[in-house]
């Protein structure tokens, strides 16, 4: 293989058409995207280039805060003519999310592809998971990842749930606690509105509220989960999110209702920010920790966010994110047990001009 792998430049996008159109069928990547994905610092677009002439390429996709790169395509022209090509761009993607510090590479595949699953398999990626109808054509998708870097980091086994509304990430955590300790639960769109109802006390600037700690803390343990709360700040949170006096009127009302009732069911609450060893102390206790994060280090948007912790090692915080970034071009994969920098996850882990600090363990409430 003489192909020298480098950046793709603009001036390669006629080509990488070609090579897309004639090897994929579905769910092909547009010029506008190509272009996109050259000029993005989320990204890497790299092309095999045989003396000017583009004969495959990779494409790896990055998320901010995250120790996970995906490998979002992978391509070589059906005339490239040389072996070893697809091997190759394989290989530099490895070294790419390498280079960008991540833990882990993960991608998906056809499962009806059995020339790519052997040069995956044969690189030393793992079948993780199987998703139904994944490509536009209905087609499932195998999900593969590979360690690049240290010793696998212990998780607990959380079936993850990506969130189906912009105001549902509390709830969505609660639902994969819930899947995590009750063998019969199935998380659900109706179930996930239903969690949100019974939770919400929060008015966004626009459209439905999110949810604050004790009402996520008393859902919890009304649907038989063991809750206990650490909140950085007394009195009424997210105030400042809203300028209205009625709506502010109401979200304080509702506050008091659930820091009532959960007084009432006995849940426990440290009135003080978390710490780093609070966060893993209580995943070494069996437990999963919804933690509030300011969005934007992650993608790029100053909102109140949930995340829930479920696995960690002497330097990450693994976590699950039901918030999937659709138009980035983001799947589960993305999103799913995260492995987080614990610098990182201490800086996303506040919100506001407050530095509010907020998290609510679940637990087996059966658990003795």
Known sequence: MNADIRPARASDIDALLQIENSVFSTDRISRRSFRQHIDSDSASLLVADNRGQVLGYCLVLYRAGSGVARLYSIAVANNAGMKGLGQALLAAAERDAYGHERLVLRLEVREDNARAIDLYERAGFRRFRRDEQYYEDGSPA???????????????????????????????????????????????????IRLWREATTVFMLSGPGGCEPFGLAVAAAEHGLSASVYVSRNGPLFLESV??????????????????????????????????????????????????????????????????????????????????????????????????????????????????????????????
């Open 142 to 192: 195998l999900r593969f990842e590979k360690l690049l870097r240290g010793e696998p980091i212990s998780t607990q086994p959380v079936p993850y749930y990506e969130q189906r509304e912009e105001f549902t990430c509390g709830p969505c955590c609660l639902m994969m606690a819930m899947a995590r300790f009750k063998q019969d639960f199935k998380p659900d769109p109706v179930f996930e």
């Open 243 to 368: 300028r209205a006096p009625e709506k502010q009127r109401v979200m304080r009302l509702a506050q008091k209702d659930f820091l009532k009732r959960a007084q009432a069911l006995g849940i426990e609450t440290h009135r003080r920010a978390f710490s780093l060893d609070d966060i893993t102390n209580a995943l070494g206790s069996n437990k999963v920790v919804a933690v509030l994060i300011s969005g934007y280090l992650m993608f790029g948007k100053k909102v109140p966010h949930w995340v829930l912790a479920i696995g960690h090692d002497a330097e990450h915080i693994v976590v699950h994110d039901p918030w999937v970034e659709d138009e980035r071009g983001e799947t589960a994969s993305d999103a799913a047990a995260i492995p987080i920098p614990n610098e990182i996850f201490m800086r996303m882990a506040r919100f506001g001009q407050n530095n509010l600090r907020a998290a609510v363990v679940l637990g087996d409430a059966d658990a003795k």
